[in-house]
């Protein structure tokens, strides 16, 4: 498979007068021609911010993209100017958000909001449009969508309203649909069929989806590969079955077992300590060791590097697995339990 | 804890479980729809739709049921936040129905409280901590020189730093605010918490510290708790018997393993299908149900039974009558004409 998009060492943060909030810190991943991503974190840990970092969509004046290379093919997104930008969002690259009310224009119908953006990006003739917004909304399993389209958005429902969005952002055919906790507003049964859906039209179109979620559930849907961040950085990659198989970073193993199932035994819940601290009080070392049970002196002197086992797509940022192999390191675990 | 004190709570227990410590009627919650210059009544919102079920000393009611399907106001209409349209609440053997206001406030608000799940707007920002949690201790006439005291007690009690004291929730994370809610809830010795989705707001890792502390107090007090939410999950968890609510009706309410292991009703069936459960060592992929559709407005619900628009399994007697909550098995009550 082709790389679709890269990141590398990408850094996004917020100048106020008093501090630098480190958003994103040292972001490198990346994505390949129609594979579905997710990156999986806690509010706050820089999911996010990365994805607007890749619109270059990131909240000004105060916030900046300081360092690092956004690449998709050989242009590097983050030398583009805005109008190069402009080509590029709602195009190749498109974008559905977690709320679909505040993310559509309640002043203008259904129909004139994807009209424009086919316009926009393909200079088709208005009625090639319109005809092409029916089909799109027929895509996305709407019924009446001659009707529809000339509704406006406080007439559709939450899952409707997530259809149209879904319908406006894959009206150009992108490479990469960037969906920002798509699912996170709707009901469990209204979830699972935009769930269902995003994996139809990624398998047909042949999309690429990064996927930004806090929802381990959604993930095991939809995702074939994991990143899962924590305080601005990548702690953990690996494909899903391996997430849930075998989690490395005791960070991804928290979250796994921090959430109740609804099937198989029920025993305590085992969640990590404390909280996700605030960039005031960002840990030296480890940013998670404060909270890590398996921490040990180490952890809070270097900071840990994510280290990647050789061939393969796993990765992992923590003092317990050995630098070299990426293999467990038995020493500092036998230091760790006692 | 000795094998005799066991024994003895143990029938403590049983003597009490023959009285529900509370008993949910028929109730029904109807809004009016107003319109016009006159503002005439032209409609009602059913959200709540003749619900009836007990709640036993000791035990967890878990509330489940999507947006929009009553069970929060199931929950406010109970602690008589609102006015229920009609049916009877009997709190320990009294119906608090209708009560006066006074009355209401000197015999039973005590006993009854409640956990709000935004912990941002649930707290009055200019308050600090302690005057927030004393407030419910000086409205019920706690002795003056006791309350600064029962504040540290409480604050220890679920996890806070006794320092805090004089803090304003805006220094306070998400699921910090939820211990100070739930410190004041449990200020008056209440036996009834009503918990309308505490967790819900909250990161899973924190999440699952509430939990776990609601677990422990309850433990440690003999609380009863009504617990609503939407996550299918975080309610088995805690749990011991499970009602699933749809467009302001019952539609099943059993025992958790019951439910989770053999759901009778179909919604409860395509519910708990629809819940994306992470992947765990060895565990096959389950059996998806989509259910076509959405939720019809509770102003106009379909005739016979509510879900008979959705229904994979509808037959036309569905379309037709009401079915009534029934018990199909043991303690396994099903509404569904389905099991007649």
Do not use: W
Not at chain 1, 48 to 75: A, R, Y
Not at chain 1, 143 to 172: K, N, W, Y
């Amino acid at each position: 498979m082709k790389d679709l998009l890269k990141v590398k060492n990408l850094k996004t943060h917020f100048f106020d007068k008093k501090q630098t909030v480190k958003a994103v810190d040292g972001v490198d991943f990346d994505i390949r021609t129609g594979e579905t991503v997710a990156l999986v974190g806690e509010s706050g840990c820089g999911k996010s911010m990365t994805s607007l970092s890749i619109m270059q969509l990131v909240p000004g004046p105060n916030g900046k993209i300081v360092d690092g290379e956004v690449m998709m093919g050989s242009k590097n997104l983050l030398k583009l100017t805005e109008n190069e930008m402009c080509q590029i969002r709602g195009n190749e690259i498109s974008m559905i958000f977690q709320e679909p009310m505040t993310s559509l224009n309640p002043v203008l119908t259904v129909g004139e909001q994807i009209i424009e953006v086919i316009t926009y990006h393909k200079r088709l003739p208005r009625k090639e449009a319109v005809k092409q917004a029916i089909e799109l909304l027929n895509m996305v399993g709407i019924p009446r969508a001659e009707e529809i389209i000339t509704d406006f958005p406080h007439r559709l429902s939450g899952g409707m309203r997530q259809r149209v969005m879904i319908a406006m952002a894959m009206s150009c055919d992108p490479k990469l649909l960037i969906a920002d906790e798509p699912t996170t507003a709707l009901d469990v049964t209204i979830q699972a069929q935009i769930l269902d859906l995003m994996r139809d039209l990624s398998r047909k179109v042949n999309t690429a989806i990064l996927l930004i979620t806090h929802d381990l559930g959604v993930v095991s849907e939809l995702a074939e590969r994991i990143i899962v961040m924590y305080a601005g950085q990548i702690v953990e990659q690996a494909s899903v079955d391996d997430i849930f198989d075998n989690p490395l970073h005791p960070y991804t193993q928290g979250l796994i077992e921090s959430v109740p199932d609804i099937e198989g035994e029920i025993g305590r819940l085992n969640p990590i300590t404390g909280n996700v601290p605030t960039p005031e009080q960002m840990p030296s070392g480890c940013r998670f060791a404060p909270r890590c049970t398996h921490a040990f002196g180490r952890c809070f002197e270097e900071e840990p590097v994510l280290l990647s086992k050789r061939h393969n797509t796993r990765a992992v940022r923590c003092f317990l697995y050995d630098e070299e192999t990426g293999v467990k390191n038995v020493t500092d675990t036998k230091n760790t339990y006692s | 804890m000795s094998p005799t004190q066991k024994t003895l709570i143990a029938d403590v227990k049983n003597e009490q479980a023959a009285k529900p410590i509370l008993e949910v009627s028929n109730l029904r919650m109807h809004f009016p729809i107003k319109a016009g210059v006159m503002q005439k009544t032209v409609g009602r919102v059913k959200a709540v739709d003749g619900v009836s079920f007990q709640v036993q000393p000791g035990e967890t009611l878990g509330i489940v049921g999507e947006s929009g399907c009553g069970k929060s106001t199931l929950g406010r209409a109970i602690i008589r936040l609102y006015q229920p349209t009609s049916g009877n609440v009997i709190f320990q053997g009294k119906d608090i129905t209708r009560l006066k206001e006074g009355e209401l406030r000197k015999n039973v608000r005590k006993q009854i409280q409640m956990v709000f799940q935004d912990p941002f707007a649930s707290l009055n920002p200019r308050k600090t901590l302690e005057n927030c949690i004393i407030e419910p201790l000086k409205t019920h006439g706690t002795p003056k020189i006791e309350q600064k005291e029962r504040v540290r007690e409480l604050l220890d009690t679920v996890g806070l730093d006794a320092t805090f004291a004089n803090r304003y929730p805006h220094e306070f994370s998400g699921g910090q605010r939820q211990r100070i809610g739930i410190a004041r809830a449990l200020a008056l010795n209440p036996n009834l918490v009503i918990a309308d989705e505490p967790v819900s707001a909250l990161d899973v890792s924190i999440q699952a510290q509430i939990i776990n502390l609601m677990e422990d107090l309850q433990q440690k007090y003999n609380l009863t708790y009504l617990f609503i939410s939407h996550d299918l999950g975080v309610v088995r968890h805690i749990s011991d018997r499970v009602g699933v609510m749809y467009l302001g009706n019952m539609m099943e309410l059993a025992e958790k393993h019951d439910l989770y292991k053999e759901p009778l009703h179909p919604y409860t069936q395509a519910l708990l299908s629809a819940v994306p459960a992470p992947r765990k060592k060895g565990k096959k992929k389950r059996e998806r149900i989509i259910l076509s559709g959405e939720l019809p407005s509770p102003a106009n619900p379909p005739n016979g039974c509510v879900f008979h628009t959705r229904c994979p399994a509808a037959i036309d007697v569905c379309s037709q009558q009401i079915p009534k909550l029934q018990e199909v098995h043991p303690k396994h009550y099903v509404a569904c004409h389905l099991y007649e």
